[in-house]
């Protein structure tokens, strides 16, 4: 993790699967002041590896929305659709460790196998493809494309988030083995975002909390291909006022509408009040809150913030 002011190098990771909604903005906003506020570099990263959701137009319109709302970057975009023999390289380094192996599992079967997650629900594989021999992996390969899995061990992986404090969890027990590169041949989010990380020389990264669960086998893998772990902050999420997550498919708070209404800094001002760093309203750009900015500042509870 990085010792000095000076080092540090955060991120933005937006998916352009959508327009940007009032909870993206909060996190890109966090992420910027935590960077740029210990005088350190930002850099933009576009997640669009997923060809069904994600189009070059979406990404084009992510970048402006930063630059309305005055968040800056340093150096080109990177786009991950554009990086595939990189992690291809990636997950060929963890299939010769032994660590990978094939999974032909429906979604169907992987739920009937799986174990509901420890806090949010989400199914935990049970290892059924784990100990398939070679014979029947050749059989089942002739009519059924699998996905890949790597191998976790039985330990617990802890660390002090930023934000929320401590946290561990077991890999075996509250993760499972999982998903790196899905039966279409995309790679998955885990092995790109901990690959890109580390080649972009990430240090620090903000992200919402319900990402916070991802951390521990981001860490472990980070740990498996000799890569440096960064420090995390995983902020509270912005919610409907129903207390649903927003959403882009549901447009919720989209940065679109939201437009028509407010500008920039009226915008940036609201978010700036949600996380505690104003502490009335006033319209304000997010360079003039770099001052203000403090970990210490920030809640750990989502907040419900509605400005339709």
Not at 115 to 122: E, I, N, T, W, Y
Not at 148 to 156: C, F, K
Not at 230 to 250: E, I
Request: charged letters at 25%; glycine letters at 6%.
């Amino acid at each position: 993790m990085p010792t000095e002011s000076s080092a540090v190098t955060g991120r933005f990771a937006p998916s352009p699967s959508g327009r940007m909604h009032l909870g993206n903005l909060w996190s890109c906003l966090l992420a910027w002041l935590a960077a740029r506020s210990a005088g350190g570099r930002m850099v933009l990263r576009l997640e669009d590896l997923d060809p069904d959701r994600c189009r070059p137009e979406y990404s084009d319109q992510v970048m402006r929305d930063l630059e309305w709302l005055g968040l800056d970057w340093d150096g080109e975009p990177v786009r991950q659709s554009l990086r595939t023999e990189f992690y291809a390289s990636v997950f060929e380094k963890l299939r010769a460790s032994g660590l990978l192996y094939p999974c032909f599992c429906t979604r169907a079967e992987r739920l009937a196998a799986s174990a509901p997650h420890r806090s949010d629900g989400l199914q935990v594989y049970g290892g059924r493809c784990r100990t398939l021999s070679p014979e029947q992996r050749v059989i089942l390969a002739r009519s059924r494309k699998p996905a890949w899995r790597v191998m976790v061990p039985d330990r617990t992986v802890s660390f002090r988030d930023l934000v929320q404090g401590p946290y561990e969890e077991n890999l075996a027990r509250d993760c499972g083995d999982f998903i790196l590169r899905r039966s279409d041949g995309v790679f998955a989010y885990q092995l790109a975002v901990v690959a890109d990380d580390a080649a972009m020389a990430v240090t620090q990264v903000v992200r919402g909390s319900d990402l916070l669960s991802s951390t521990p086998r981001q860490i472990w893998l980070q740990e498996q291909l000799g890569y440096p772990t960064p420090a995390y902050g995983h902020v509270p999420l912005l919610l409907a006022p129903d207390g649903r997550r927003l959403a882009k498919r549901d447009r919720d708070q989209e940065l679109g509408q939201l437009q028509t209404r407010y500008t920039a800094p009226e915008l940036v001002g609201h978010l700036a009040v949600a996380a505690g760093l104003l502490d009335a309203f006033q319209p304000v750009t997010p360079s003039q809150l770099l001052s203000r900015f403090s970990w210490a500042r920030l809640p750990r509870e989502d907040r419900t913030l509605s400005l339709a």
